[in-house]
Structure formats: C-alpha cells, structure tokens
C-alpha cells in the first residue's frame, strides 16, 4: 500500500511563493501519474495539476496553469507544487495523489487510487 505525505502549507502573504511536496512511500511514483487537489472550506474538491510516471507531460487546470508548476524530484519518489503570485482565493488544503495508470493525466478524482492526508495553504491579502 502506498502512502502519500504531503508538506510545505503554511500561512504567507498574498503574492508569495510556496512550494509544497508530496512524497511517497516505496517506488511508486516511479511508475503511478500523480497530481495536486485542492479543497476550500464550503467547496468541492479542485483539479490543480497532474504528472506523468516519469515526469515528461504535466496537466493543469486552466486557470491556475501560469502560476503553477508540477515537477517530480531526481529520486522520483517526490512530487512538486510550485505556487507563484498566491492569491487569497488560493487558500485550502491541497492533497496529493497518485493514478496507477503512468501515463493518463486527469483531472478527475476518481481516477486517483490513493490520496495523502493534505496540507494547509492560507494565503492573506
């Protein structure tokens, strides 16, 4: 079983930058796509970006893909969120996940086997 750990939330100032990962037990993400969700107080869980196995093709949510870069580590065993210019309205929790199939990118949750236990952005304008 795999285990997701995610880290890096932490409360900053609008226009910030903050980069949060998302490491995984054994060598899955050697071989699993993973991506970043997000979920607000009082809305549903949000697509943020998705990766590949081997971190060649990344996927983003429209609005977010010119602030945001997903990237795995040299290890492969971590999985990357670089948030720029944050925004108030980019405060959540963002969870990491993991797909078994390497290669689909998605954008839907139901796609992702197994999730970490989330991180806390708070963004303050």
């Known amino acids: 079983q795999v285990h997701l750990a995610e880290s890096g939330g932490a409360l900053v100032q609008a226009g910030s930058s903050l980069r949060l990962s998302c490491v995984a037990s054994?060598?899955?993400?050697?071989?699993?796509?993973a991506g970043w969700f997000r979920q607000a107080p009082g809305k549903d869980r949000e697509f943020v970006a998705a990766?590949?196995?081997?971190?060649?093709?990344?996927f983003y949510a429209t609005s977010l893909k010119d602030r945001f870069t997903i990237f795995k580590g040299i290890a492969d065993n971590t999985v990357y969120l670089q948030m720029r210019t944050l925004k108030s309205e980019d405060t959540a929790i963002y969870y990491c996940?993991?797909?078994?199939?390497?290669?689909?990118?998605?954008?839907?949750?139901?796609?992702?086997?197994?999730w970490g236990q989330g991180t806390q952005v708070t963004v303050s304008s």
């Open positions: 054994g060598d899955f993400l050697k071989n699993y796509a």
């Open positions: 990766i590949n196995w081997n971190g060649s093709r990344q």
């Open positions: 996940a993991v797909s078994p199939d390497g290669w689909k990118l998605t954008g839907s949750p139901t796609e992702y086997t197994v």
